[in-house]
């Protein structure tokens, strides 16, 4: 091969590998473009506000990068100054009178004598009702009128309360003999809140409100052989958010049975009310408790207890005159503490009964 056919393949490769380093460095420079690119675009990525120290959590990132940007927590904030405590409820008593039919026509005194220790007793004991459920007298009499109405004008002058119409109540519908224009119980038998069972006998059914212990309460009361199924539950709703206590007088069995005026209420107004909770009633000799429970949030547990209470002590002459009830209602926890007392005696508890059953504690009961 000749000298100038050598120079000329020399000159030829010699182009050839300088075209291919050209080619090499412009894919270099792009290369190196979108790299910057990608490094502004993460740079330039503004940064959520920072949480407080305990609430700082850092996420796994999806790029590669040096360092974690330095945290700087906000400043401490300014104390709230701290709210004065929310007063505390004070308990109170209602105080629950039954069958005084002997005091009324035998012993005025030992009647007196609760009606004294009421009207004594209203700010220690924080007495901010009072229940009658029943048999204020025993049958026809103006003796008897008179001496109930000296023991209760008294205390419904200054306290509101209820009394129910007992069967030793009832009488010929005579404006002196009728329960209903009685003094006391014209003071708690408001107009336009009654109903008159009117067949020959004045006995009736009421209902009153009263407010305690930062609860509002509804209070039926229920004459002798009444029923006002319809009614009961019309007040009721008019009052969604009051506790709902009942009279009856008559309202327990000696077998702890309900009546003829509580069965109906049992299966018509207490399943559907969840604050529907107590009943107090008379009439039968002695004490009973029944307790019975409802499923108002349909989850096959029952929650919500209605309690059931009779007691009757005034046949007994010689250990029983003069007892009375004092349910202390407690807003804590919403139990009653039930006690025996009376007043003629000063003496708490009925010694023929046990102690379990002068003094115990309803709980969440309210």
């Not at 003796?143 to 002058?157: G, H, K, S, W």
């Not at 509804?218 to 206590?245: A, C, Q, S, T």
């Not at 407690?330 to 007392?341: A, F, K, L």
């Amino acid at each position: 091969m000749d000298t100038k056919r050598i120079m000329v393949l020399l000159l030829f490769f010699g182009l050839m590998l300088i075209g291919c380093q050209g080619s090499s460095t412009k894919e270099t420079i792009s290369s190196t473009t979108s790299a910057t690119q990608i490094a502004t675009a993460v740079d330039a990525v503004t940064p959520l506000p920072p949480l407080s120290v305990k609430q700082l959590v850092i996420a796994t990132p999806t790029t590669t990068f040096t360092s974690i940007p330095t945290f700087t927590p906000s400043p401490s904030p300014t104390p709230i100054p701290s709210l004065s405590p929310k007063p505390t409820c004070t308990p109170f008593t209602i105080v629950w009178m039954s069958d005084t039919q002997i005091y009324s026509r035998i012993y005025p005194e030992v009647f007196l004598s609760i009606s004294d220790w009421i009207l004594n007793n209203r700010e220690k004991e924080n007495i901010q009702f009072v229940i009658h459920s029943g048999d204020v007298v025993d049958g026809l009499g103006p003796t008897m009128y008179e001496n109930a109405a000296r023991a209760l004008v008294p205390i419904f002058e200054k306290l509101p309360g209820m009394i129910v119409c007992g069967n030793h109540d009832t009488a010929p519908n005579d404006y002196f003999y009728s329960f209903s224009h009685q003094p006391y119980a014209l003071l708690v038998h408001e107009e336009g809140q009654t109903l008159s069972w009117n067949n020959g006998e004045n006995v009736y059914a009421s209902y009153v409100t009263f407010h305690a212990a930062d609860t509002d309460f509804l209070v039926f009361g229920i004459g002798y052989n009444m029923v006002r199924i319809n009614w009961m539950n019309e007040v009721i709703e008019k009052h969604p958010d009051h506790v709902v206590i009942t009279v009856v007088h008559k309202g327990l069995q000696k077998t702890g049975a309900y009546t003829m005026e509580t069965r109906p209420i049992f299966f018509e107004v207490m399943p559907q009310w969840p604050k529907f909770r107590l009943i107090l009633c008379g009439h039968e000799r002695g004490n009973l408790i029944r307790t019975d429970w409802f499923d108002d949030d349909h989850d096959d547990t029952p929650e919500r207890s209605v309690t059931t209470m009779m007691y009757n002590y005034q046949d007994d002459w010689d250990a029983g005159l003069g007892f009375i009830r004092l349910l202390r209602f407690n807003p804590e926890d919403h139990s009653i503490e039930v006690s025996t007392y009376s007043p003629w005696y000063d003496q708490w508890g009925y010694s023929k009964v046990t102690d379990e059953e002068n003094h115990f504690i309803l709980t969440n009961a309210w």
